[in-house]
């Protein structure tokens, strides 16, 4: 079992910075891939971006291409979702994901309880 806990999140203004944490726990929760996904009002869950376990490879959305940077530290059971240049449409509730398979899909096998991202214009 693996429990994350996301932080980090709050209100921004456009074009602003933030930089959301995800904190695992349990057995061998270094083990696990992790991703980021997001869901804003009345919208789908999207898929944000994921990171491998040893952090050698990364995945983006297109929306967030250059924008957003996908980091984990093994050694502080953490991983990072570092958002610049935010946009309103960038509004959501963020949750991290850990799985045993790496993807772009919500297909993880555990989530957090997400953290609130808000945007104003």
């Known amino acids: 079992q693996v429990q994350l806990v996301e932080s980090g999140g709050g209100l921004v203004q456009a074009g602003g910075s933030l930089r959301l944490s995800c904190t695992t726990s349990g057995r061998r929760a270094s083990n696990y891939h992790m991703g980021w996904f997001r869901q804003a009002p009345g919208k789908e869950r999207e898929f944000v971006a994921a990171?491998?376990?040893?952090?050698?490879?990364?995945y983006y959305a297109d929306s967030v291409k250059g924008r957003f940077t996908i980091s984990r530290d093994n050694a502080k059971n953490t991983q990072y979702l570092q958002m610049n240049s935010l946009k309103p449409e960038d509004t959501a509730v963020y949750y991290c994901?850990?799985?045993?398979?790496?993807?772009?899909?919500?297909?993880?096998?555990?989530w957090g309880q997400g953290t609130q991202v808000t945007v104003s214009s």
């Open positions: 994901a850990a799985g045993l398979k790496l993807k772009k899909s919500d297909e993880y096998d555990y």
């Open positions: 990171i491998s376990w040893g952090g050698g490879i990364t």
